[in-house]
């Protein structure tokens, strides 16, 4: 025997009794985002190489080591998408949505990181990324925080959830700040983790987010970025601390938060958990004011965030926060035996179907007793069974059994059959 075809590690099926949890998720993001005004963008999943590293920075983990590059018959190289907002971007620009316009956009599907697989974070992974173009002022920064706060409070999750903040100020300030935060390091270069001495010539920023406990020691008599903070940006994100008092928003100040991505300035923000352990981070955005210029477009104010979808639904299951009816998928099973009544009962089912589009009715086939059809519709999940012989047939009626309900079987006319279903599913 030929050996079986795998999954490639951490690119993962998700499987049917998973799926209605994505659904429910997405539909929830799906009609918050309409109910703001925010309208969904779809690009492709592979995009010029260059686009990537021209936005996310050649010296940033993703572009050095995690990016599945390849370069196709015209010897062009092409990238796998990473991320969604360079994406966003060049789609925007290109098809001329951004120039003296605003937009609200978002969008949702797969990314593909080359990481070592874990818990919560896969090679193939999908995101849901909200992006907005040409207001420049903290208030969309506010809004886009209340969008997820109230996404969190829609699902149940809010209290188990933190919001970090932090400004990255200009490219001038962080320039300057990187100067003195690499001398400063210069000095413990050998008592750094291996990651963050080879960050110390390439991305010194990214180590203010080492994990590694005597890094993180020295960090603590780092130069703080406060000292070296420019003037609009911090009015900015003051504008930005008063807007969330004002509503009521709960944060936190983490002078020490940096995105992992070299377009970032200004406003930065994370929600964190601790109810998934070390990958704690479910939403993360910012600002990136100069990305749509530095992709070769006209200077645009840009604001966003993504929400990872698998560590999301990892946590509304580990808080139990899904609605027990996603575990029932069917309303109606509709089982059939003897001569022409396979035929009906299919007929039967669209009928119902249409008077009643709510109805989940799956119809039996491929023969068999009642019995082994039974056994089926009881492993299906349906609330109830309809069961049509010949006898039934012949009298006009159909026998309805309960299979979640202690209840007697009883019979029901054809013609009210529809009414009979509606009625006793709504009471349920």
């Known amino acids: 025997m030929s050996k079986k075809i795998q999954a490639i590690r951490g690119m993962n099926d998700l499987l049917p009794d998973v799926s209605p949890r994505w659904q429910f998720l997405e539909g ?3 009609q918050l985002l309409s109910r703001y005004g925010y309208r969904e963008i779809r690009m492709p999943i592979v995009e010029q190489t260059a686009l ?15 990016m599945y590059t390849f370069e196709d018959r015209n010897g062009d190289s092409l990238t796998l998408r990473p991320e969604g907002t360079a994406g966003c971007v060049r789609a925007a620009e290109q098809h001329g949505l951004l120039f003296n316009q605003q937009q609200r956009l978002w969008y949702q599907g797969p990314m593909f990181r080359h990481e070592r697989p874990q818990k919560g974070r896969y090679r193939q992974f999908h995101q849901i990324g909200v992006e907005t173009f040409g207001l420049n002022g903290p208030d969309i920064d506010a809004e886009l925080i209340l969008l997820s706060a109230r996404l969190w409070r829609d699902l149940g999750i809010l209290d188990h959830l933190t919001l970090e903040l932090n400004t990255l100020g200009s490219s001038a300030a962080r320039a300057e700040y990187r100067s003195a935060l690499t001398a400063y390091l210069e000095s413990f270069k050998s008592e750094l983790d291996e990651d963050s001495q080879r ?8 180590i203010l987010d080492s994990k590694d406990t ?5 960090l603590q008599d780092a130069p703080s970025f406060e000292q070296y903070l420019d003037e609009e940006s911090r009015q900015h994100f003051a504008g930005l601390c008063q807007f969330l008092d004002a509503a009521g928003i709960t944060y936190t100040l983490n002078p020490r938060l940096v995105r992992g991505l070299d377009y970032y300035g200004k406003t930065v923000f994370e929600w964190t958990t601790t109810a998934l352990g070390s990958q704690g981070t479910v939403c993360a955005g910012g600002r990136y004011d100069a990305l749509v210029e530095q992709l070769g477009g006209k200077a ?18 580990t808080l139990a926060v899904f609605p ?4 029932q998928q069917l309303d109606v099973y509709m089982a059939a035996s003897g001569e022409g009544a396979d035929r009906y009962a299919l007929l039967l089912a669209e009928r119902l179907r249409s008077e009643q589009p709510e109805l989940r009715i799956l119809t039996h086939c491929g023969g068999g007793s009642f019995k082994q059809q039974i056994k089926r519709a009881d492993k299906s999940g349906a609330a109830l069974a309809v069961l049509l012989g010949e006898d039934e047939m012949a009298r006009g009626v159909a026998s309805v ?13 054809l013609s009210d059959l529809a009414g009979f279903l509606h009625q006793h599913l709504q009471s349920c």
């Open 28 to 30: 929830k993001v799906r």
């Open 52 to 66: 990537f590293k021209r936005s996310i920075g050649e010296v940033t983990d993703i572009v050095e080591k995690e």
């Open 199 to 206: 960050r110390l010539s390439t991305n010194p920023l990214r």
């Open 214 to 218: 005597r890094t993180r020691e020295i």
């Open 300 to 317: 645009t104010p840009a604001v966003g965030f993504a929400m990872g979808v698998e560590r999301l639904v990892l946590l509304l299951e």
């Open 324 to 327: 027990a009816e996603l575990e």
């Open 401 to 413: 059994k309960y299979l979640r309900e202690n209840k007697e079987q009883s019979e029901v006319a």
